[in-house]
């Protein structure tokens, strides 16, 4: 295996090192890439995160409320090694942000990760060199490391978005972005809070924001649908039955694009509209994401269907809320589900507290901000604190933060300046020995995502394992084939609602962000498609051999 060497450094550059494979990031991806890499492949692998700490997307989201809103305990985590999935206590059903932290700590600590990760440290330059077929990257702390191999596992929620808004910087208060949240606690009590942002992070924010400070503005420009997350403590029956069913569950995960219990097949057409009304209380109060994926085949796709399960959770959201204009104001009016599910906590109820009030932004828009307000065309809200929950340049927005140049000096930001093209969501053309984690194409968010990172990370160490065993020096996806796989990411996604709302699935939250789908919308047929493609002798790849 290649080896660290030190010699004569250029100015500016401490320290210089070679190695088979660089891993960027330490989130739930890049430690698994460094674990597979090195322990399983006998690789030398150097990791690099911007961070403090492992845990990616858990290191940052530290705001109130944060939890896992998919099938959580013990389904978010690496399912890999059953040792791992018996040893660890998960105690809630929706896994808090600290409790995932603390296991992403012990997964570093449990695989001794530490010693090659290096924190608090940004790329500043990443570049391949096609004599030499290495990458080489640079850091903002002086270290100039190569290797064949860049693996990106930067995220697909990192780049936070802050609106734009004239005069936003004008305001003086205390001002945190949820996906940036301080490690120090904040405190809320008796203050004034506004919150920009009804997504998921505003949305398990809101709750347990209200219940501390004194008055809470809440600024939203689209209303949305959330389940009742129902979280609830873990019972160590439950622990254990899924222990002793690993293996079927871990199956199932695999085949139903990471959920891990049987679905319903049933047809709408097979109920009368009461005994359907009757399956969504049922799931409804069964909690999490069971309406809107165990109702009845084609929500996401049948308008009519979507319409009756959209007009059911509106009318939940009518029978909480008090206040009928209030209540007006939250009906959601897009499809169910074509925007990331929300799972909640007591959401809707948080309006009916009287130190909490809901502007409507399509009625009545953010005009400008004073120091210790923010005015609308209809009034002046007195803010001490602002919250910012305005999500991120999903997925594509990490990998343009990071900006590889690949051939000929080309940077991913002209690549990708009017399509974020890829091949199977991993490689891109132009860009050769490079490999991406959650990469836009493939399902990423859409599939249970450690398990989706853990999957995806092995097909590329048998990528890597194939250009060793045939004494090839570097591996690049065909133009054919990014074409290829951009077409069929876009009719998966066209034979569904989504392209019909204006999503981060869609890039439509980041102004000027090319609209397009940004996810393979079927993960078990992505994870097959990627057997096959290896079967074929890598399908859709040019290999070079070593220089
Ligand atoms: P998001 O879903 O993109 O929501 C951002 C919110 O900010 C939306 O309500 C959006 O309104 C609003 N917004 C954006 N720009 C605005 C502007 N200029 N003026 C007013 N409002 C603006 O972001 P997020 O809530 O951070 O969630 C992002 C994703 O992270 C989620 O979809 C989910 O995948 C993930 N997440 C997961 C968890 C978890 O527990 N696992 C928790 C939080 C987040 P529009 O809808 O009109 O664009």
Redesign the pocket.
């Known amino acids: 295996m290649a080896s660290t060497t030190r010699g004569a450094q250029p100015r500016g550059v401490r320290d210089e090192s070679e190695c088979d494979a660089i891993v960027i990031g330490a989130g739930f991806g890049g430690l698994y890439a460094l674990h597979h890499l090195r322990d399983k492949m006998g690789l030398s692998v150097r990791a690099f995160d911007g961070a403090g700490g492992v845990g990616g997307?858990w290191w940052y989201?530290r705001y109130p409320g944060?939890?896992?809103?998919?099938p959580s305990s013990p389904f978010?985590a690496y399912t890999f090694s059953k040792e791992l999935v018996n040893e660890w206590e998960w105690t809630e059903t929706?896994t808090s942000?600290a409790a995932v932290l603390a296991y992403l700590e012990h997964f570093a600590d449990r695989f001794d990760l530490r010693r090659d990760i290096q924190f608090d440290t940004w790329i500043s330059d990443a570049r391949y060199d096609e004599n030499t077929q290495r990458w080489t990257i640079e850091t903002d702390t002086g270290d100039r490391v190569t290797a064949q191999f860049l693996i990106c596992a930067v995220g697909a929620?990192f780049v936070a978005?802050k609106?734009?808004?004239p005069g936003i910087n004008d305001f003086a208060g205390e001002c945190h972005h949820?996906?940036r949240w301080p490690h120090v606690p904040v405190s809320f009590s008796g203050k004034r809070v506004g919150v920009?942002?009804?997504?998921?992070?505003?949305?398990?924010s809101i709750p347990e924001i209200a219940k501390e400070a004194e008055h809470v503005t809440v600024?939203?420009?689209?209303p949305?649908y959330a389940l009742p997350a129902r979280n609830r403590p873990i019972t160590t029956d439950e622990l254990s039955q899924y222990r002793e069913n690993w293996d079927s569950l871990r199956a199932t995960m695999c085949a139903r694009g990471g959920w891990p219990f049987k679905t319903s097949r049933r047809r709408a057409s097979e109920d009368s509209p009461a005994q359907r009304r009757a399956r969504y209380e049922e799931l409804w109060e069964q909690g999490g994401i069971h309406l809107a994926i165990n109702s009845y085949i084609g929500v996401l796709v049948d308008k009519d269907l979507n319409h009756e399960v959209s007009e059911f959770v509106r009318d939940k959201i009518r029978e909480t809320i008090r206040n009928p204009e209030t209540a007006r104001k939250l009906m959601p009016d897009y499809y169910f589900g074509t925007?990331?599910l929300?799972?909640d906590n007591g959401y809707f109820e948080t309006y009916n507290r009287e130190n909490v009030a809901l502007i409507d932004?399509r009625e009545d828009p953010?005009e400008a901000f004073t120091p210790s307000s923010v005015r609308t065309r209809e009034g002046e809200h007195k803010i001490d604190l602002l919250v910012l929950?305005?999500?991120?340049d999903?997925v594509s927005g990490s990998m343009l933060k990071l900006n590889p140049k690949g051939r000929g000096g080309m940077s991913l930001v002209e690549k990708w300046d009017e399509r974020f093209d890829t091949y199977l969501g991993t490689t891109i053309v132009g860009f050769p020995n490079l490999f991406m984690i959650h990469g836009p194409g493939s399902p990423g968010?859409f599939f249970t995502m450690p398990l989706g990172a853990e999957r995806q990370m092995e097909w590329i160490g048998n990528c890597i394992r194939h250009l060793h065993e045939n004494g090839l020096g570097a591996i690049e996806s065909t133009p054919e084939a990014e074409t290829l796989w951009d077409k069929e990411i876009k009719q998966i996604a066209d034979h569904t609602l989504y392209p019909h709302t204006?999503?981060?699935y869609m890039g439509?939250?980041i102004p000027g962000k090319p609209r397009q789908f940004v996810g393979h919308l079927r993960g078990s047929q992505y994870f097959e498609r990627l057997a096959e493609v290896a079967e074929a002798g890598y399908e859709g790849f040019a290999f070079e051999e070593v220089r």
């Open positions: 997307t989201n944060a939890r896992v809103d998919a978010y929706q942000q929620l978005h609106p734009d808004y949820t996906g920009i942002g009804t997504g998921s992070s505003g949305i398990q600024f939203q420009r689209t949305q925007k990331r929300i799972l932004l953010i929950a305005t999500g991120f999903a968010v204006d999503s981060w439509a939250n």
